[in-house]
């Protein structure tokens, strides 16, 4: 006999349990997000969750292969999204395989444009654990850190690569530019995570491709350089710099080793 559908929290309910798994939930560590823990947590739990939440979902889909939801929260004049994908081993009982998640905090600047708000003030009441602070703290120095910088797409992109844990972190923050420096602050980013099995024994490029594309992995590994080839501090330095919940400062990076669009 079929489980009965799981009912839908109402919205401030539903609300409030999005911004207290975003704020604070020490049992659920990386690869696991939201109680959802790619090896173990199989495609009825997911779709459980994400039925639970569609209260507060602009979009859910649910599938064999691959679910996804796109949760958004009105809070003081900001919009908090959430948009998760979760994609299962069709080869292990719809075991969950992986997860992809970006967390984007937006303001409305007329109607029906939306544009993200790089400094607001949702990033420090529920986004702390995002936070490139928090993760150095939690989950101590990645195995590399790498960078992107291109004055065309107007983005910095900062990569932290744990994927010996079964996770990425990539921050994207705005590029600012000074004389012939590049500069990305992390603390202006919003957050892409990509979680795994760790048994798949992913790098970073594959683990955020997920696809085994060979051209998207050759891509990312041309394009994004080591931290130490590109500025002037080693990983040591990064870690003991951005562990620090008091450090505000910006990466920079010569625009000379980044060619145009």
Do not use: H
């Amino acid at each position: 006999m079929a489980l009965p559908a799981p009912s839908p929290l109402p919205q401030k309910e539903a609300e409030a349990l999005i911004l207290e798994l975003l704020q604070y939930n020490p049992d659920c560590l990386f690869p696991c997000w939201f109680g959802l823990t790619p090896g173990e947590t199989d495609d009825k739990a997911t779709k459980a969750l994400f039925e639970k939440l569609a209260a507060v979902s602009l979009r859910t889909t649910l599938n064999d292969d691959v679910d996804g939801a796109f949760w958004r929260i009105n809070k003081d004049s900001f919009l908090l999204d959430t948009i998760t994908s979760a994609i299962y081993d069709q080869s292990s009982s719809n075991i969950l395989e992986s997860l992809r998640i970006t967390i984007e905090v937006k303001r409305e600047v007329q109607a029906g444009e939306l544009n993200t708000a790089w400094e607001n003030p949702l990033n420090e009441q529920f986004l702390q654990a995002y936070r490139l602070p928090s993760v150095l703290s939690t989950y101590n120095q990645p195995r590399n850190v790498l960078m992107f910088a291109n004055e065309g797409w107007r983005y910095f992109e900062l990569v932290l690569d744990y994927s010996d844990q079964g996770f990425v972190i990539w921050y994207s923050a705005p590029l600012d530019s000074e004389g012939e420096k590049f500069l990305g602050c992390p603390e202006k980013a919003f957050v892409n995570l990509y979680l795994w099995t760790p048994d798949l024994t992913y790098t970073w490029a594959e683990g955020v491709t997920g696809n085994g594309d060979t051209s998207e992995i050759d891509s990312l590994n041309r394009d994004f350089q080591p931290l130490e080839d590109v500025t002037s501090m080693t990983l040591d330095k990064f870690y003991d710099a951005f562990v620090n919940t008091e450090n505000d400062t910006c990466l920079e990076t010569p625009k000379e080793l980044w060619p145009g669009p």
